[in-house]
């Protein structure tokens, strides 16, 4: 939830959590100082910077891997400083001896009382751990430091009006499980009426026959009395409780130096409780003052202690022993219990209820009280209407999250089965199922008439796992809450969770948190890990390159794949600048594509022979290199070849002298380039000796190219039918001077023959 000032310290730490580095920025901008001022005052001011960092290191470190606090980071914060401090000190020193203690302990005096410190600061310990973690919260920023709703607000993505709300609650809840701790070592019917009554008593919300009734109680019971002094304690001196129990001796100096510190706190831990003249109370009050020791160790553990599972949706109240206490409303009527032996009158109160719950009631009781019971009673006594109870109850068996039967895997098989039938390799087919179906059951008494709610909250891996309102629930997306149409008897809910691709353990974790009335109760479930998708392997039986008919100018080739079950065949083709595209179209049983250089099978399980064709290459070997890959589900092979180029064929060139009957021209020299085994296209490569001149006549169906400085020329046809007649002039030698080279070259031929000219003395 985000304020118009930003995000609450609780979004920032979800935002860190997930990766969000910026997140911890703001979170360090907003509580720097804090940690600075805790930091003097526990080293000098140089090396006060120094162990803030280092502080919030340990925090983002602890947020990093799922720990660390929820909502209360400063108070978390502040404790890691003190916790860093103390570990650099057991580090960094050996065991010194000493006989002034104060360099290294500046405890206050005069609070070490040992006959009351073990139940004293348990009771205390025990209340304030009992707490939320807002409550917690709430308390140090307004009680211990002092600051204004209005400040804290954006911290708790709250108005300032909410703030003070939960503050006033936060203070209550803290009485009240401070006081239901001393509840469990009662030992009468009397003293349990009284004890459960005395924190409205403290904070005047009872009745005046009640007022009446704790008063004689408390003048004859000297124990309930040290619990009603400790009470008031707890109820106007918060600061001194809870600024030593997280701060430890440092926690003075740190207030000290807050700003807003509320006036007494020092003057009240220098003093000690001294106002109790009784020995019997000055010791019960004394061991409250204890109480900040033990407290300390707690509040200290919960702090550096993270949740690894979500928050339930539905808040709840502190768990607390006894099965009715004071309830938190100030405006609620107290609960019943069996009343003292003796009935005082029926009288009406007469004080008006608070209003305004984030202000304390002021109590409009008289001072002074009779201290006797009348000596008749009433003639004719009421007995009062026993009010509802309404202490928060446990119900571990009112919420179950289970899985419907079947589990919610592919083919039936549970959810988070990772193997399959082998052919399941083969063919690819996942081991994840789509979604991960649970139920959720809510099991009310018999007759129900309280509304029947639920919360659903989940990590970062999850989403909101109900589509609309199923049938008997109605489902807000929005805030995360179900309720239940029938009260009496709540459908089975069915949510469904997108199986999530990854994350820890605490974003793939839901939490379901259920309340009916008093009945209250929450569960977690953490979602598996997607199974390692299985890697595709070799197999080098899946793909064969045959050869087809021999030509000597196009090498055939045909794709055979092995076959198989499995969802889909695909076949694709790479090669050398020397070839190109060797499919024709789309041969049956197959699709083609050339820009993309593939092929896929119409038919997987039997895909049909893919042939094609290379025309004879020129150029290095790379260049006439091609590769074959087929991908079959999980199998995969790869075969490749490298085309021969051009080969050497003898009898593709003849040089040819026509005889006198045939010769064209007997005034020159013919000779006829012959070409066999071809139709399709011929280069000739012509080059003479300094004695010879070709002569620049050439056949139809022949293109030739020459130049008057080099004695060479190239001739081609795109399709030979007949043989090329070069004529010559020739001065009479032998040797390299009158020796004609011809190089005949088709796509996959080669051949090169000479001639002299003239042959002889004479011309034939």
């Known amino acids: 939830m985000e304020t118009p000032e930003g995000p609450s310290d609780a979004e920032l730490i979800a935002r860190v959590r997930a990766g969000d580095l910026e997140a911890y920025g703001e979170l360090f901008a ?32 602890a947020l990093r891997n799922g720990g660390g606090p929820d909502i209360s980071f400063r108070a978390y914060l502040l404790t890691t400083v003190r916790r860093v401090h103390v570990d650099r000190i057991r580090s960094g020193r050996k065991v010194q001896t000493t006989d002034d203690i104060a360099a290294y302990e500046r405890e206050p005096q005069g609070f070490d009382d040992p006959s009351v410190t073990g139940f004293e600061s348990g009771a205390a310990a025990k ?19 002092g600051e204004k709703p209005a400040t804290i607000a954006p911290m708790l993505g709250l108005t300032a009006n909410g703030v003070s709300a939960l503050a006033y609650r936060a203070r209550e809840g803290l009485r009240q499980a401070y006081l239901q701790q001393h509840l469990a070592d009662v030992a009468g019917d009397r003293c349990r009426w009284t004890t459960e009554r005395l924190g409205a008593y403290v904070r ?5 026959r009640e007022n009446k009734n704790v008063r004689e109680h408390l003048d004859d019971c000297a124990k309930c009395t040290a619990v009603y002094l400790e009470l008031v304690e707890v109820n106007s001196a918060l600061p001194a409780l809870l600024a030593p129990a997280l701060l430890g001796t440092a926690g003075l100096g740190y207030l000290a130096a807050a700003s807003g510190v ?23 009050v004394g061991g409250g003052a204890v109480v900040v020791v033990a407290v300390a160790a707690v509040i200290a553990a919960m702090a550096l202690t993270g949740n690894d599972t979500p928050q339930a949706v539905i808040s709840k109240p502190p768990s607390l022993q006894p099965t009715q206490a004071p309830p938190l409303n100030p405006s609620a009527k107290p609960p019943s219990a069996k009343p003292p032996t003796v009935k005082p009158p029926v009288v009406a109160p007469t004080q008006p209820q608070p ?26 006594p009421v007995v009062p209407t026993p009010p509802e109870p309404t202490t928060p109850i446990l119900d571990e068996g009112l919420l179950t999250i289970s899985m419907p039967p079947g589990g919610g895997g592919p083919g039936g098989l549970p959810y988070g089965a990772s193997t399959l039938p082998d052919a399941s390799y083969e063919s690819g087919a996942s081991t994840e199922s789509a979604n991960s179906p649970w139920l959720i059951t809510i099991k009310v008494p018999a007759g129900n008439t309280k509304p029947v709610v639920i919360g659903i909250k989940y990590g970062s891996a999850l989403q909101w796992p109900i589509a609309g309102s199923p049938a008997g629930w109605s489902c807000v997306k929005a805030t995360g809450i179900c309720t239940a149409t029938n009260s009496a008897a709540p459908a089975t809910l069915p949510i469904s969770f997108a199986d999530p691709k990854g994350g820890t353990a605490v974003q793939r974790t839901f939490t379901v ?5 008093r009945l209250y109760d929450d569960d977690s479930e953490t979602l598996d890990a997607p199974p390692p998708a299985p890697k595709p392997h070799l197999d080098e039986s899946l793909l064969k390159l045959v050869a087809g008919k021999s030509d000597p100018e196009e090498y055939f080739r045909t794709i055979v794949i092995a076959p198989g079950k499995r969802p889909s065949v695909t076949v694709k083709i790479q090669y050398g600048s020397a070839l190109s595209w ?31 064709s290379f025309a004879v290459p020129e150029g290095s070997s790379a260049a006439r290199t091609y ?8 199998l995969f092979d790869t075969d490749s070849e490298t085309l021969p180029g051009p080969q050497l064929d003898e009898s593709l060139l003849t040089i040819v002298t026509p005889d006198p009957q045939h010769d064209p021209n007997p005034l020159v020299y013919n000779r006829f380039l012959t070409i066999s085994g071809t139709t399709g296209r011929v280069t000739l490569e012509i080059s003479w000796g300094r004695n010879l001149a070709l002569l620049p006549r050439f056949d139809r169906g022949w293109i030739c190219s020459r130049t008057t400085d080099v004695r060479r020329a190239t001739c081609t046809t795109a399709n030979y039918k007949k043989p090329l007649n070069t004529e010559w002039a020739a001065w009479p030698g032998s040797g390299a001077a009158n020796t004609v080279t011809v190089t005949a070259t088709t796509p996959a031929r080669h051949d090169t023959d000479t001639v002299v000219i003239p042959p002889g003395k004479t011309k034939r």
């Open 127 to 145: 209340a304030f751990a009992s707490l939320p973690e807002r409550w917690q919260a709430v308390l140090w920023h307004t009680e211990v430091e």
């Open 204 to 208: 005047g919300g009872l009745t005046k």
């Open 262 to 284: 509320k006036v007494g706190i020092a003057g009240f831990l220098a003093t000690g409780w001294q106002k109790v003249t009784e020995n019997s109370t000055r010791a019960a």
């Open 30 to 61: 907003r509580h720097h100082l804090a940690a600075e001022r805790m930091a003097r005052q526990l080293v000098p001011a140089n090396d006060a910077d120094d162990l803030a960092s280092d502080a919030f290191a340990k925090v983002l470190d």
């Open 582 to 612: 060797p499919i024709a179209g789309n041969p049956a049983g197959w699709k083609c594509t050339p820009s993309a250089r593939t092929c896929t099978a119409t038919n997987p399980s039997r895909p049909a022979p893919l042939p094609g």
């Open 355 to 380: 209003t305004d719950p984030t202000q304390p009631v002021e109590s409009t009781q008289p001072t002074t009280a009779p201290t006797t019971a009348p000596t008749t009673a009433p003639t004719t």
């Open 513 to 517: 948190s259920a309340k009916s009335g």
């Open 627 to 634: 590769s074959v890959s087929a991908t079959a589900g999980l």
